[in-house]
């Protein structure tokens, strides 16, 4: 474990949000704001059906051009930067030589389902209840252990050269420290590697008990640090100057819970990403979920652990990037609400946005989208409400199960990432969830939280000192009727029950 921590004088921190389809670059005043911000788009590929890669140069390219412009837009010199802190898209599995940094294959995304038949037969094994037990998680494709198995065998002498020390694994993080760093430090932290199913839960190291049962040779796993301190400085990188020291890494979401200052247990928020993220703190002691959530690392500083329980939705703001790329009902993104506000309802109409299969509870691999509900007066409106509800009904659903994993009724729970910024979304989620959804004047909470967690690290900042950065744009609050909201409820229950694919269909 990292035990470094460092002290500078800060004045400006840099975080980098490398996400699913794309990544964003913030550059951040001490006071907390944002002062330049660019995000740049990059492809999303797609071999086969349920496969999904990303090109790992795309991702590289993509954070130099984002780092580039954030720098020029805040109008601050890059040597100006004094720390800089690192969130991602989490379970995308990358291969490189470990000399000279050559990746063996594109990037396995985290959506990906090429490995779901060797995770249900390690089910049929009998090794599930000790995946749960050791890592928190269960046996999914989502997570990187699988993904790292089939690089092995697939690319031609892999496993050999794995065996033999000459290469590295890691997720994006890892991949983006091993770059800045000029390939001289192979890292990742607590929170991506409690979500490889290779890491126990508890001790926080790797688990040689799980790398014999997914084939992952320990030769290739990279270091495991703490999320917030000294991780090493920028070396030979064409848009950053040298010695500018890496104080953080941190998973999208863990990121994203810290940006919102939810430090206290039982505080919780949700991330409208590609997919939607719930994440709970649950304090320093773990506890497995009963109701298909996972326990996953929330983050550690100063060898103190917090724990989440975590809900995972495959499929959010991609169900409305489908709607535009896909079907052609919109030209952007933002144009969903405007279209979905054009009818005063869906008209009956409900979409199980399982474009990737069905994450928490239900943690289906075979289950597929499904549209239901279509009659001859059904419009492009009625579609784009579905869509925005079908989002809010998964969220619901992990929500459900949250309260019952903690016991407790959830009253508050704070939104970010961008779909957080669809008011009809966040009505909707009030109602359906019933609770009062506060939304941050700055939803880009994932990068927000990398770059509090660098001050940190570098010694700049306390926890309440994040705490007083987050301002509040708009509370939500519960107004739909109790029957039409049932009515809402039986209605998604039905269509779920109906894309469900295993014998127990019970959530």
């Known amino acids: 474990m990292c035990q470094v921590t460092i002290a500078c004088m800060a004045k400006f921190w840099l975080a980098i949000d490398q996400g699913?389809?794309?990544?964003?670059?913030?550059?951040?005043?001490?006071?907390?704001?944002?002062?330049?911000?660019?995000?740049?788009?990059?492809?999303q590929i797609f071999p086969k059906p349920g496969w999904v890669e990303h090109n790992p140069c795309d991702i590289w390219s993509s954070v130099a051009t984002a780092v580039t412009g954030a720098i020029a837009e805040a109008q601050v010199a890059p040597t100006q930067i004094a720390a800089i802190g690192i969130t991602?898209?989490?379970e995308t599995t990358m291969l490189w030589d470990r000399r000279n940094g050559e990746l063996l294959a594109n990037a396995i995304v985290w959506q990906d389902r090429r490995t779901s038949d060797v995770c249900d037969a390690l089910k049929s094994g009998g090794v599930g209840?000790?995946?749960?037990?050791?890592t928190g998680l269960v046996l999914d494709a989502y997570f990187s252990a699988t993904k790292i198995a089939w690089l092995l065998d697939h690319v031609e002498g892999a496993r050999?050269?794995?065996?033999?020390?000459?290469?590295?694994?890691?997720?994006?993080?890892?991949?983006?420290?091993?770059k800045l760093t000029g390939l001289s430090v192979h890292v990742t932290d607590v929170t991506n590697a409690s979500r490889t199913l290779l890491m126990d839960l508890r001790t926080l190291s790797w688990s040689?008990?799980?790398?014999?049962?997914?084939?992952?040779?320990?030769?290739v796993l990279p270091s495991i640090v703490e999320s917030a301190c000294f991780i090493g400085e920028t070396r030979g990188v064409e848009f950053l100057p040298d010695g500018i020291p890496i104080t953080a890494i941190a998973g999208d979401q863990q990121a994203a819970l810290f940006g919102q200052a939810c430090f206290a247990t039982g505080e919780t928020k949700t991330t409208y990403g590609t997919g939607a993220f719930a994440l709970m703190n649950i304090g320093e002691q773990?506890?497995?979920?009963?109701?298909?959530?996972?326990t996953t690392v929330a983050w550690c500083i100063n060898k103190r652990v917090t724990y989440a329980l975590e809900g995972s939705a495959f499929v959010a703001g991609a169900a409305v990037q489908w709607?535009?790329?896909?079907?052609?009902?919109?030209?952007?993104?933002?144009?969903?609400?405007?279209?979905?506000?054009t009818v005063d309802s869906s008209g009956g109409v409900a979409f199980v946005p399982a474009l990737a299969g069905l994450g928490a509870p239900y943690w289906d691999q075979q289950a597929r989208g499904l549209i239901t509900g279509i009659t001859r007066g059904t419009t492009a409106g009625h579609l784009a409400r579905a869509t925005l509800e079908g989002i809010a009904f998964q969220v619901w659903d992990l929500v459900r199960a949250m309260q019952s994993d903690a016991a407790q009724l959830m009253t508050v729970m704070k939104i970010d990432g961008g779909a957080a910024r669809n008011d009809l979304l966040a009505q909707f989620q009030a109602d359906i969830a019933g609770v009062e959804i506060v939304r941050p004047a700055m939803v880009e909470s994932t990068g927000r939280g990398a770059a509090m967690l660098a001050a940190v690290g570098a010694g700049d900042a306390t926890l309440s000192d994040v705490a007083q950065m987050v301002t509040v744009d708009r509370r939500f609050q519960p107004s739909m009727a109790?029957?039409?909201r049932r009515e809402h409820l039986e209605r998604w229950a039905e269509a779920v029950q109906r894309v469900r694919s295993g014998p127990d269909k019970s959530v």
């Open 129 to 134: 209840p000790l995946v749960r037990e050791s």
């Open 286 to 294: 773990p506890v497995l979920s009963r109701h298909g959530l996972v």
């Open 323 to 341: 709607l535009r790329d896909g079907l052609g009902v919109i030209q952007t993104a933002q144009d969903v609400e405007r279209l979905a506000r």
């Open 482 to 484: 109790e029957e039409a």
């Open 208 to 219: 040689d008990e799980l790398c014999r049962i997914f084939r992952v040779p320990v030769e």
């Open 160 to 178: 050999a050269r794995a065996g033999r020390g000459e290469l590295a694994f890691g997720t994006v993080d890892s991949f983006l420290v091993s």
């Open 20 to 43: 699913t389809t794309g990544s964003t670059a913030l550059v951040v005043a001490q006071n907390g704001e944002v002062l330049g911000q660019r995000t740049v788009e990059f492809a």
């Open 88 to 90: 991602n898209q989490r």
